[in-house]
């Protein structure tokens, strides 16, 4: 919690690749810069930053895109209404299949490094044959119900004819469990962001077959969620903690820069993945199957200033999904209040600048 002073403020995160914009704010000084000073605060899962933030316990939380519009759907039923004035980048997450799972997609024409359709097609023939010869259908895990990661692996999914609540399980297992989960048999593959499944390919449990970025275009990700109460009471604080998180995106494209974020967020208090791994997931290289050679992915992960715009449209976007597969049920004007967390105009506020088309610099 905000100290008397005003200036610590508490910030919940997840083990990611995308708590890099937080963690390079507080260690390399974009904080301080702004007179406030950032505790941040490693978590297990996303029910708990989003709890915690709720109960009061964090100012701020590492939090997924579609949680903050989902929590201002559900606030008639008793949610905490959230809001976003700053994202933390775009992209970042894949789907990776454990290895038997692979060993069947490639009898059924999937290769090392095809394009996603390609191996959701493989997929749907392993399906359809598991189905005919009457065996369990596969366990796929995603790690939220309100996530990019569960619509972007039902999308993938769909390409191909599969029916993502009828022909495989999908269910919830937080990131850092999904490797182990992987390794046990619990789950035939899943969607997660850095660096869990580079860390499943490197421990040669699993191969990816799709990354985010091929799936959908500049995809929106993760936001910095803070409680509308909070942000009413702290301005200054708030812009204080959005300027850091911007500054720390600017610096991004300097290599010393991104060279020493990469040694921070190794450390266990961070993510505690090798070097190697978040270096090649920071710029896009991404080794995706055990012994084979990194793939370049332009745009797997963007951390650059447009990337930190809360676009309306993204939130719009996550109120269709929600729509879409029918895990609210909302009215238009409902949906209008929904989209409406997403706060560009503060971020730009915040800055003493304008949002000059964030879109356009994307990419």
Same mark, same amino acid.
């Given at each position: 919690m905000t100290s008397r002073d005003g200036r610590v403020v508490t910030v919940g995160f997840m083990p990611l690749l995308d708590s890099a914009l937080l963690v390079a704010a507080h260690e390399m000084g974009f904080a301080e810069e702004q007179g406030i000073r950032l505790r941040l605060v490693r978590e297990v899962s996303w029910a708990n930053l989003r709890d915690r933030v709720g109960l009061g316990?964090?100012? $701020?939380?590492?939090?997924?895109?579609?949680?903050?519009? =989902?929590?201002n759907l559900l606030a008639k039923r008793g949610d905490l209404p959230l809001m976003a004035p700053v994202a933390l980048g775009l992209g970042g997450n =894949?789907?990776? +299949?454990?290895?038997?799972?692979?060993?069947?997609m490639e009898s059924q024409g999937a290769t090392h490094g095809a394009a996603p359709a390609v191996q959701a097609t493989a997929l749907a023939r392993v399906v359809a044959e598991r189905q005919r010869n009457q065996l369990q259908p596969l366990t796929l895990a995603m790690v939220f119900p309100f996530s990019c990661h569960n619509y972007q692996l039902r999308d993938w999914l769909l390409g191909s004819g599969i029916d993502p609540d009828r022909d495989v399980r999908l269910i919830v297992v937080p990131p850092p469990m999904l490797v182990e989960a992987l390794r046990t048999g619990q789950v035939d593959g899943f969607c997660v962001g850095e660096p869990w499944n580079s860390?499943?390919?490197?421990?040669?449990?699993? @191969?990816? +077959?799709?990354?985010?970025c091929d799936i959908w275009r500049n995809p929106p990700e993760k936001v910095l969620g803070m409680s509308v109460g909070y942000i009413d009471k702290n301005p200054? &604080?708030?812009?204080?903690?959005?300027?850091? &998180? +911007?500054? $720390?995106?600017?610096?991004?494209?300097? =290599? @010393?820069?991104?060279?020493?974020?990469?040694?921070?967020?190794?450390? @266990?208090?961070?993510?505690?993945a090798p070097e190697p791994l978040l270096r090649g997931a920071l710029n896009g290289k991404i080794v995706q199957s055990a012994g084979?050679?990194?793939?370049?992915?332009?745009?797997?992960?963007?951390?650059?200033? =447009?990337? @930190?715009?809360?676009?309306?449209?993204? $939130?719009q976007r996550?109120?269709?999904?929600?729509?879409r597969w029918r895990q609210i049920d909302f009215s238009a004007d409902e949906a209008a209040q929904a989209i409406a967390s997403f706060r560009p105009d503060l971020h730009a506020g915040f800055l003493g600048s304008q949002v000059n088309d964030a879109r356009g610099r994307q990419g």
């Open positions: 316990h964090f100012d $701020a939380a590492h939090m997924l895109g579609p949680m903050v519009v =989902a929590s =894949a789907i990776t +299949v454990s290895r038997p799972l692979w060993r069947d860390l499943a390919v490197d421990a040669g449990l699993g @191969t990816i +077959v799709a990354v985010s200054e &604080v708030c812009g204080a903690l959005v300027r850091a &998180v +911007v500054a $720390a995106s600017r610096c991004m494209s300097d =290599a @010393t820069c991104r060279d020493e974020l990469v040694r921070l967020l190794s450390q @266990t208090r961070y993510v505690g084979g050679p990194p793939v370049s992915h332009p745009g797997f992960f963007q951390l650059n200033e =447009a990337a @930190t715009v809360p676009l309306r449209e993204h $939130a996550f109120c269709e999904q929600i729509g």
